[in-house]
């Protein structure tokens, strides 16, 4: 059997249906079996950033692995963005690279290269990788397959990479006779939470007055979402989300405060800052969440840490943490199955709900933005959202709009990049998810001109598959976030991110006609017509125009406690809304 062949064939029998990629000599071999194959068809994209970014798409909705291929040398290198986007955010993903066949591989020859388009891509995605090997014996072939895919989900998920010379691929092989992977006992799973740790937890969630829940991304990745519904209900604890954990409680319940972090909710940074206990679960609790000034956060309480990785454990900075390493899923079924129920804290609750509705999204809006379209255009996309709608959102402003005023409801999807943070990820990833859902759900992908001007190729892939993505482009002729940067440290000075500073935006309905997309155009004037628009069946391109410049509030500075968010309230204001002290910024240094 032929090597290629096999790969395939395994491939499939992962329960993968789709891979992505683009053609180069060096895995030509794979893609003609691919091409013969019937379980598994080879999307051809026209970027491998793209196949990078797809296969995560496909990971994020379908819980499965996704998979990339690309050849060797600039096409490898060229799935790099995509392969560090897996490994910060935790995704499942196998990139299977061609390489030169092993006879004009260099190995440890002091050359730089002996082999056209050789590129020692192993070594390079090092850092970046769960595992990363080139096959250079053909016996090694399941070994190293069966390797990464468990690798892929084992423990903390995560991106592998399989490097695989042209005569590999097209080697004539014995499947009975390869060697097979047996994964040692002691991986990176989670330990078993003790009974001491446990019981300490409880008592420390029965003697609490005001519980908090942060979730992070570990509950969407842990598949955790029932236990995390069901612990917050038993014990009438409110929850907060990270970027990453959007989506995993749905935002309608009323114990759901809000988002929390440097672009976060006021109302949910207020209220987290005020807890005296919190349950941070599969968060690393990264500055961007819980700001610069770590001896500030949530010093009128105690924290406990739940997290699948022992080294976000062990590592973070922030001090007076019960730190467990545990499944998150487990530990959510443990305590809802052997804790008795907590009473409803009402004084907190409704001290919750006051803060709620005093600093909401859009009363923050209404005071604090002059351009206020563009969350205007994200209320209205919420509004018309479909009960299983999925969201693939970009980053920038465009980002924060969504991840501030969304409201994702039971059902719902919200798919972004977090650790990383490329922008011009939000159409591969909606193109990936697409490809994943044997129900074709309509899939809203909501960017920016800047963020598309990257993935401008990735948008041949909807009208060429007829695939049900509305593709939403608020377009500020800007570069909006760093604007908003420049503002406030560089004097006003817009280098590189507007017109006059040398960022110039294309014509967006000639660039939807060139790749085929129905298009429409949206202003303040007629910004209902997305309702009639976004209902109609199939693809299409909306182009948000939105003039003037456009800010992202409220918005934690460095180095000010979380609860200080600007536009900074009156002392007296912020006072008045806390339970704990607030703390000035020259104190707290």
Same mark, same amino acid.
């Given at each position: 059997?032929?090597?290629?062949?096999?790969?395939? =064939?395994?491939?499939?029998?992962?329960?993968?249906?789709?891979?992505?990629?683009?053609?180069?000599?060096?895995?030509?071999?794979?893609? *003609?079996?691919?091409?013969?194959?019937?379980?598994?068809?080879?999307?051809?994209?026209?970027?491998? !950033?793209?196949?990078?970014?797809?296969?995560?798409?496909?990971?994020?909705?379908?819980?499965?692995?996704?998979?990339?291929?690309?050849?060797?040398?600039?096409?490898?290198?060229?799935?790099?963005?995509?392969?560090? *986007?897996?490994?910060?955010?935790?995704?499942?993903?196998?990139?299977?690279?061609?390489? #030169?066949?092993?006879?004009?591989?260099?190995?440890?020859?002091?050359?730089? !290269?002996?082999?056209?388009?050789?590129?020692?891509?192993?070594?390079?995605?090092?850092?970046?990788?769960?595992?990363?090997?080139?096959?250079?014996?053909?016996?090694?072939?399941?070994?190293?397959?069966?390797?990464?895919?468990?690798?892929?989900?084992?423990?903390? /998920?995560?991106?592998?990479?399989?490097?695989? /010379?042209? =005569?590999?691929?097209?080697?004539?092989?014995?499947?009975?006779?390869?060697?097979?992977?047996?994964?040692?006992?002691?991986?990176? &799973?989670?330990?078993?939470?003790?009974?001491?740790?446990?019981?300490?937890?409880?008592?420390?969630?029965?003697?609490?007055?005001?519980?908090?829940?942060?979730?992070?991304?570990?509950?969407?990745?842990?598949?955790?979402?029932?236990?995390?519904? &069901?612990?917050?209900?038993?014990?009438?604890?409110?929850?907060?989300?990270?970027?990453?954990?959007?989506? @995993?409680?749905?935002?309608?319940?009323?114990?759901?405060?809000?988002?929390?972090?440097?672009?976060?909710?006021?109302?949910?940074?207020?209220?987290?800052?005020?807890?005296?206990?919190?349950?941070?679960?599969?968060?690393?609790?990264?500055?961007?969440?819980?700001?610069?000034?770590?001896?500030?956060?949530?010093?009128?309480?105690?924290?406990?840490?739940?997290?699948?990785?022992?080294?976000?454990?062990?590592?973070?900075?922030?001090?007076?943490?019960?730190?467990?390493?545990?499944? #998150?899923?487990?530990?959510?079924?443990?305590?809802?199955?052997?804790? *008795?129920?907590?009473?409803?804290?009402?004084?907190?609750?409704?001290?919750?709900?006051?803060?709620?509705?005093?600093?909401?999204?859009?009363?923050?809006?209404?005071?604090? @933005?002059?351009?206020?379209?563009?969350?205007?255009?994200?209320?209205?996309?919420?509004?018309?959202?479909?009960?299983?709608?999925?969201?693939?959102? =970009?980053?920038?402003?465009?980002?924060?709009?969504?991840?501030?005023?969304?409201?994702?409801?039971?059902? !719902?999807?919200?798919?972004?990049?977090?650790?990383?943070?490329?922008?011009?990820?939000?159409?591969?990833?909606?193109?990936?998810?697409?490809?994943?859902?044997?129900?074709?759900?309509?899939?809203?992908?909501?960017?920016?001109?800047?963020?598309?001007?990257?993935? #401008? &190729?990735?948008?041949?892939?909807?009208?060429?598959? *007829?695939?049900?993505?509305?593709? #939403?482009?608020?377009?500020?002729?800007?570069?909006?976030?760093?604007? &908003?940067?420049?503002?406030?440290?560089?004097?006003?000075?817009?280098?590189?991110?507007?017109?006059?500073?040398?960022?110039?935006?294309?014509?967006?309905?000639?660039?939807?006609?060139?790749?085929?997309?129905?298009?429409?155009?949206?202003?303040?004037?007629?910004?209902?017509?997305?309702?009639?628009?976004?209902?109609?069946?199939?693809? @299409?391109?909306?182009?948000?125009?939105?003039?003037?410049?456009?800010?992202?509030?409220?918005?934690?500075?460095?180095?000010?406690?979380?609860?200080?968010?600007?536009?900074?309230?009156?002392?007296?204001?912020?006072?008045?809304?806390?339970?704990?002290?607030?703390?000035?910024?020259?104190?707290?240094?």
């Amino acid at each position: 059997m032929k090597a290629s062949d096999y790969i395939i =064939d395994f491939i499939h029998e992962q329960g993968i249906d789709h891979v992505f990629g683009y053609i180069g000599g060096a895995i030509t071999h794979l893609v *003609d079996s691919m091409d013969k194959s019937t379980t598994v068809k080879y999307i051809q994209v026209y970027h491998e !950033q793209t196949a990078a970014l797809a296969a995560e798409g496909y990971a994020k909705n379908s819980g499965k692995t996704g998979v990339a291929m690309a050849t060797s040398g600039p096409g490898a290198t060229n799935l790099m963005t995509g392969i560090a *986007d897996a490994y910060f955010d935790s995704i499942p993903t196998v990139f299977i690279t061609g390489q #030169v066949n092993t006879y004009e591989f260099k190995y440890d020859k002091p050359i730089r !290269q002996q082999g056209f388009q050789e590129t020692d891509i192993v070594s390079i995605v090092q850092s970046i990788t769960k595992y990363a090997t080139i096959v250079s014996d053909p016996k090694k072939i399941r070994y190293e397959l069966e390797k990464a895919f468990y690798m892929a989900k084992e423990g903390r /998920p995560g991106p592998v990479v399989i490097d695989i /010379p042209m =005569d590999i691929q097209r080697t004539d092989i014995d499947p009975e006779k390869l060697e097979g992977f047996s994964p040692e006992k002691e991986g990176t &799973q989670a330990e078993e939470v003790s009974e001491e740790a446990f019981q300490e937890i409880i008592a420390l969630l029965k003697r609490s007055k005001r519980p908090i829940i942060l979730a992070g991304g570990g509950i969407i990745r842990g598949k955790a979402e029932k236990e995390l519904l &069901q612990f917050a209900k038993n014990n009438h604890i409110p929850v907060v989300a990270s970027l990453m954990g959007k989506g @995993c409680f749905p935002e309608n319940d009323d114990l759901f405060v809000g988002v929390i972090g440097a672009y976060g909710n006021r109302c949910a940074n207020i209220t987290l800052a005020n807890a005296d206990l919190l349950f941070a679960l599969g968060s690393r609790m990264d500055t961007r969440q819980i700001g610069t000034l770590l001896k500030s956060f949530l010093r009128g309480g105690k924290i406990i840490h739940i997290d699948l990785d022992k080294n976000e454990i062990e590592y973070h900075r922030l001090e007076g943490r019960i730190k467990i390493r545990a499944d #998150v899923k487990i530990f959510l079924e443990k305590m809802n199955n052997h804790q *008795d129920a907590k009473e409803a804290q009402e004084e907190w609750l409704s001290y919750m709900r006051k803060i709620r509705e005093k600093y909401s999204q859009v009363k923050e809006v209404e005071k604090n @933005c002059a351009n206020k379209l563009p969350y205007e255009m994200i209320w209205l996309i919420d509004k018309n959202a479909k009960e299983d709608q999925i969201y693939c959102v =970009d980053v920038g402003q465009n980002q924060m709009f969504a991840f501030q005023a969304l409201q994702i409801r039971a059902g !719902q999807k919200f798919f972004t990049s977090g650790g990383l943070a490329p922008m011009g990820c939000a159409v591969p990833f909606a193109v990936g998810a697409s490809f994943s859902d044997e129900k074709k759900k309509n899939i809203v992908v909501i960017t920016g001109d800047g963020g598309l001007h990257i993935s #401008v &190729q990735a948008l041949m892939l909807i009208s060429q598959y *007829d695939l049900p993505i509305k593709v #939403v482009v608020l377009n500020n002729y800007a570069l909006g976030m760093i604007t &908003q940067f420049q503002d406030l440290y560089f004097d006003k000075k817009k280098v590189g991110t507007t017109k006059k500073g040398g960022y110039v935006v294309p014509n967006f309905k000639a660039l939807a006609r060139a790749y085929h997309l129905p298009y429409y155009r949206i202003d303040k004037k007629n910004l209902a017509t997305y309702g009639e628009i976004v209902g109609k069946p199939g693809p @299409c391109f909306i182009e948000v125009v939105i003039r003037g410049t456009t800010e992202v509030y409220p918005k934690l500075e460095v180095n000010n406690p979380i609860e200080d968010i600007s536009p900074k309230l009156s002392r007296e204001e912020l006072k008045e809304s806390m339970i704990i002290d607030p703390i000035s910024t020259e104190a707290a240094f």
